[in-house]
């Protein structure tokens, strides 16, 4: 079946610092691969996505290439604020079917 | 466009209680969903709608019941609360009738549900 495992929080880092939040999956066929952000006391919202192999998703810095030997999304981004502290989701969704999986989030927080 | 809205906010029920989250999209998407969240848990899909006219378990339905009202909108019924209900409840709405590639989910503000 499908499933996504991000790598556990709380991550703390220094303003300017370079952030890595691993994520692999597991999937039949040619999933679609997704980070979202979701900010204190709101609902998820899209980062980036990538819906084939070697594409890379980017946006406000992050970026995450799609590794299908690796089967890994990993997110980057090379120096964080203090506003990009939030909690991140991996997800996918597969070729066949409605559903999308999630990881259980990784909480992030930069301090000055 | 106000995106994907989630009415209430905050509730606070007790045990046996029922309440209905309601859920109203305006991007004229066609699937909807309702998920919760749990801390270190991640989200858990509880019921879904392909399309109008049609709905789905997720992987925790039980407990809850659900209403694809129109295209707009997509309740979630809890019949006799729990204290394990306890949650953070999100409605999401994508475009596709059927899954293609990318395939992105809207996600609501949240309603933050306690069962005493």
């Known amino acids: 079946g499908n499933s996504v495992t991000q790598m556990e929080g709380p991550v703390t880092l220094s303003e300017e610092a370079f952030l890595t939040i691993n994520c692999t999956y597991t999937a039949t066929g040619y999933p679609s691969l997704f980070w979202y952000v979701q900010y204190p006391g709101e609902g998820l919202q899209l980062l980036l996505k990538a819906t084939k192999a070697d594409d890379k998703g980017s946006n406000k810095g992050f970026e995450a290439t799609y590794r299908k030997e690796t089967t890994s999304f990993h997110l980057e981004k090379g120096s964080v604020q203090v506003s990009d502290s939030a909690v991140y989701f991996c997800a996918l969704i597969g070729n066949t079917g409605n559903q999308f999986y999630f990881g259980t989030g990784t909480s992030l927080t930069v301090i000055p | 466009n106000a995106g994907v809205t989630q009415t209430p906010k905050f509730q606070v029920l007790k045990t046996g209680q029922s309440m209905t989250l309601q859920c109203a999209q305006d991007m004229n998407h066609n699937s909807m969903y309702w998920y919760r969240q749990d801390p270190g848990m991640g989200l858990r899909l509880i019921y879904y709608s392909a399309s109008e006219g049609t709905t789905d378990k997720g992987e925790v339905p039980n407990g809850y019941n659900v209403s694809r009202l129109n295209k707009r909108e997509f309740s979630l019924r809890l019949e006799s609360a729990a204290p394990s209900q306890t949650s953070v409840y999100f409605c999401?709405?994508?475009?596709?009738?059927?899954?293609?590639?990318?395939?992105?989910?809207?996600f609501g503000p949240g309603t933050r549900l306690t069962v005493l």
């Open positions: 999401a709405s994508s475009e596709a009738l059927m899954r293609g590639p990318g395939d992105t989910q809207y």
